[in-house]
Each structure stands twice: as C-alpha cells, then as structure tokens.
C-alpha cells in the first residue's frame, strides 16, 4: 500500500513561493507517476502537474510557467515550487500517485492548506 504525506503549505501574500513536499512509501517510487492536484472551496478538483519516472512533466495551463514539478528518487519525494502566487492559487494542494501501468491515481495524500493573500 502506498502512503503520501504532504507538507509544505501556509499562508502567503500575493507574489510570495511555497515548496510543498510529498513523501513517499509502500511502493517501488520509481515505478509511479506522481502529480499534484488541488481542490478550491466550491470548485472541482484539478490537475496541476505531473511528473513521470523518466523526469518528464506536464502541467496545467494555469501555471502559465510559474510552478515546478520534481523528484528525488533518493527521498522518495516529490516537489511543487510555486513561484509568482495568486489568491487564485488559494486551494487544498494534494499529491497523487499511480502506477506506470495504469491509468488512474489510486493514491492520495491528506493534503495541504494553501492560502494566497493580496
């Protein structure tokens, strides 16, 4: 059984930057694509960014190039750097796993509270 533990979130003010962190374990980490995700009060939730094994990455068009996704196989983490934030920003921020081999995330973690103050 996988287990994601995020960390990293808080209050900031317009134009500030978080990392936010996800610890990984249970599994074989470099076997799953991560991803994080975020859910803001009253909307649905939505992909931010995903990284691969291999290092590849997407991303949703509202980074607009102000967000990064890595990962340390050393640690078994994975990162989100957000840079340039907006109150738009303000969400639940949750980290996400799924196996190379399938096509759903079945693994979530309990998330983290960001706020973006203007």
């Known amino acids: 059984q996988v287990e994601l533990v995020e960390s990293g979130g808080g209050l900031v003010q317009a134009g500030a930057s978080l990392r936010l962190s996800c610890g990984f374990s249970g599994r074989t980490f470099a076997t799953y694509i991560m991803a994080w995700f975020r859910q803001a009060p009253g909307k649905q939730r939505e992909l931010v960014a995903t990284i691969s094994p291999g290092y590849s990455t997407t991303y949703a068009d509202f980074v607009e190039g102000r967000f990064t996704i890595s990962r340390d196989h050393a640690k078994n983490t994975v990162y989100l750097q957000m840079n340039s934030l907006k109150p738009d920003d303000t969400a639940v921020y949750l980290c996400?796993?799924?196996?190379?081999?399938?096509?759903?995330?079945?693994?979530w973690g309990q998330g983290t509270q960001v706020t973006v103050s203007s």
């Open positions: 996400a796993a799924r196996h190379y081999s399938t096509f759903q995330y079945d693994y």
